[in-house]
Every structure is written in C-alpha cells, then in structure tokens.
C-alpha cells in the first residue's frame, strides 16, 4: 500500500496552492493519510504474526523427527531375564 506519498503530495498540493480552496479538502487528505497508514499498520501486523506463526510450525515439524528419535534412544528398556 504506498498510498502515502499521493496522500502526502495532495495536502501539500492544498496547502501550496496560491487560492486557498475549502478546508474540507485539506482536512480530507489528512484524513485519507491518517486512514491509509492506520490499514497499512493493522494489515502489515497481521501478516508479520502469521508468518511468525507459521514459521514456529515449520520449526516444529522440522525438528520433530529428531526429538522422536532421540526419546527413542532414551526411552527405558525392558529388562532381560538370563535363564540359568
């Protein structure tokens, strides 16, 4: 989303113009700004979480066959009887 710097050239468009137009103007491209950068912070948010999320589970998965194979090795024995 780089609406930010069209946003940001329209205000200084509204603030440099030689004939002052309405406020409305400039108060709805500050408001655009405002908006477009909070969805872009909400948005970009979301989607570093699940890719964090992502990541662990792949680190899971990746490392789980070496945990299985090491409880394997580790796991108790039964105990052999000698006949004699």
């Known amino acids: 989303m780089y ?3 069209l946003l940001i050239q329209a205000f200084v468009k509204y603030a440099s113009a030689p ?3 309405p406020v409305w103007e400039g108060v709805r491209a ?3 700004l405002l908006l477009a950068k ?3 912070a909400l948005l ?3 989607f570093l979480f699940h890719s964090q999320q992502l990541g662990m589970k792949i680190e ?3 490392s789980l066959p070496f945990f299985r194979s090491l409880s394997g090795c ?3 024995r039964g105990r ?5």
């Open 38 to 40: 909070l969805l872009e």
């Open 60 to 62: 899971e998965l990746s």
């Open 30 to 32: 500050v408001l655009a």
């Open 3 to 5: 609406t930010g710097p």
């Open 80 to 84: 052999s009887t000698a006949s004699g």
């Open 74 to 76: 580790l796991a108790p």
């Open 44 to 46: 970009l948010h979301q």
């Open 19 to 21: 004939n002052r137009p």
